[in-house]
């Protein structure tokens, strides 16, 4: 299913175009991708839908420069993300995607600051404007009080504030979040989706997140389902009746 006409007053950040991504070969080739076509917007919060093995962490994998497709093109700025050496490559993750994980991922033998840090260190800003940076970030995520402290001295929720501080530490256009609230209960979760999206509103972040949040859809301005690789539905969140533990038409 092809992306709706072009809108062309929104700045398009992200434009995949017939994305296939195939594993093996043959008989046991499997199309984990199988023809996406689609275009996101800066400033945009889109919410990806779909079973387990239908695509959703193979699409997340082509638009974070994760991985190549097998054929069809990713642009990320304008940029063919395929033409990219290595060099460049890493530096497109480094400064243009913020990644949150619902595991965190974030080091344990590091502090709160340290880890906010690491990544505008790679980036090469020098380590006392990366402190300096990290503490603002980290009480601008609602850990000021907590800049010292390592991750087994957090919640699971703070934990989780600070991938969000890491995956905005160079000031990313696209955040790529995969289940951000999975882990986190009712309380916190909410907590984590108004911190994305006033990333959004405040910093004109794109935010792309894979979930089953029904809180999550709630506050998004589209819904991809995908389904065996390729796009199922995509809908404006305005036109659809969401509510917690239901969404409109549960065909799809």
């Not at 940029?79 to 990644?99: F, N, P, T």
């Not at 965190?104 to 800003?125: D, K, S």
């Not at 934990?159 to 609230?181: H, K, M, S, W, Y």
Request: glycine share 8%.
């Amino acid at each position: 299913m092809a992306e709706s006409a072009d809108k062309p007053h929104r700045d398009i950040v992200i434009r995949a175009i017939n994305v296939k991504r195939h594993y093996g070969s043959g008989e046991a080739v499997t199309k984990a991708l199988d023809g996406v076509t689609l275009d996101v917007f800066r400033g945009e919060y889109l919410s990806i839908m779909g079973p387990s093995g239908s695509g959703k962490s193979t699409l997340f994998n082509m638009i974070g420069g994760i991985d190549a497709p097998t054929s069809g093109m990713v642009f990320i700025d304008e940029i063919d993300v395929a033409q990219l050496d290595s060099y460049e490559l890493a530096w497109m993750r480094c400064h243009k995607i913020g990644y949150i994980f619902q595991s965190y991922n974030i080091l344990p033998v590091l502090t709160a600051l340290e880890n906010v840090m690491l990544p505008m260190v790679f980036a090469g800003l020098p380590e006392d404007d990366a402190r300096e940076k990290a503490a603002g970030i980290l009480t601008r995520v609602g850990l000021g009080n907590r800049v010292f402290h390592r991750p087994y001295e957090l919640s699971g929720g703070q934990q989780q504030r600070v991938a969000v501080a890491r995956a905005i530490a160079n000031d990313p256009v696209i955040i790529l979040a995969d289940e951000p609230t999975a882990n986190l209960d009712v309380k916190t979760g909410r907590d984590m989706i108004e911190l994305l999206c006033q990333l959004k509103e405040e910093d004109q972040v794109t935010v792309i997140s894979a979930t089953h949040d029904m809180k999550m859809l709630d506050v998004s301005d589209r819904i991809l389902w995908i389904r065996d690789g390729q796009i199922d539905r995509l809908e404006e969140r305005k036109n659809l009746n969401i509510r917690v533990g239901h969404i409109g038409d549960e065909s799809h």
